[in-house]
């Protein structure tokens, strides 16, 4: 919320992409590849959201809205690339340390 006007923002950040960035990376995600972009562009679209309950399809359109050379079906196979290819060992090492259990 603004609070100088009292209305919603509904933007990310430049800091808040690069910290959604720096944690996928911790997490052994590989920011080079397309799916961890998508990734980050999800955790985007979920903050600014006001729905309580999200079907990943939906999600998956939303971001091919915004990436119009990709369909629904890239994006969740180029995502599921990304967490299928991720460092594990880093994954385990940094999971409890970012989300605190």
Known sequence: MNIYTGTIVN???PTQV???NN??????LNPTLKGTK???KAIQLLIISDNEFY?????YNEIAN?????????????IKYSLDHRN?????????????F
């Open 66 to 78: 915004s990436y119009p050379s990709f369909n629904s079906a890239q994006i969740r196979n180029a």
């Open 38 to 40: 998508f990734i980050n």
């Open 11 to 13: 933007s990310i950040s």
């Open 55 to 59: 079907i990943l399809e939906d999600i």
């Open 18 to 20: 690069l910290s959604i």
């Open 88 to 100: 594990e060992n880093l994954s385990i090492k940094n999971f409890e340390r970012i989300f605190r």
């Open 23 to 28: 944690k996928l990376r911790s997490l052994g």
